[in-house]
């Protein structure tokens, strides 16, 4: 059974930082992309962040761009997601999501994926 399970939310500041982390089991973690995904109430969900654990490639969304970090870590099954100058438009749930990767490394449409954590809440005050 494939499992994530997405933590590291809270609270924080305007201009702090918290690292998520997304753990994985079932998969074959070296084979796989993980995004991070996020939803704020009334909106759409959206990636901020995806990387190939086989390829090491990572895509940023504009809006993220400079200020998060995405990594993992294949000995831990493990992605994190680095996010510095937080932003009180940052607030969301946030998800990460799997997938088996292909030829391409890289995949941004929530549909791609085939499995999703619960989502962790983040919540930068300004």
């Known amino acids: 059974e494939v499992q994530l399970a997405e933590s590291g939310g809270g609270l924080v500041q305007s201009g702090g930082s918290l690292r998520l982390s997304c753990a994985a089991s079932?998969?074959?973690?070296?084979?796989?992309?993980i995004g991070w995904f996020r939803q704020a109430p009334g909106k759409e969900r959206e990636e901020v962040s995806c990387i190939s654990t086989s390829d090491g490639k990572s895509y940023y969304a504009d809006s993220v761009e400079g200020r998060f970090t995405i990594s993992s870590d294949y000995a831990k099954k493990t992605a994190y997601l680095q996010m510095n100058s937080l932003k009180p438009e940052d607030t969301a749930v946030y998800y990460c999501?799997?997938?088996?990767?292909?030829?391409?490394?890289?995949?941004?449409?929530?549909?791609?994926?085939?499995?999703w954590g619960q989502g962790t809440q983040v919540t930068v005050s300004s």
């Open positions: 999501a799997a997938r088996s990767v292909l030829k391409v490394t890289i995949f941004t449409n929530p549909t791609e994926y085939d499995y």
């Open positions: 079932g998969i074959a973690f070296g084979d796989y992309a």
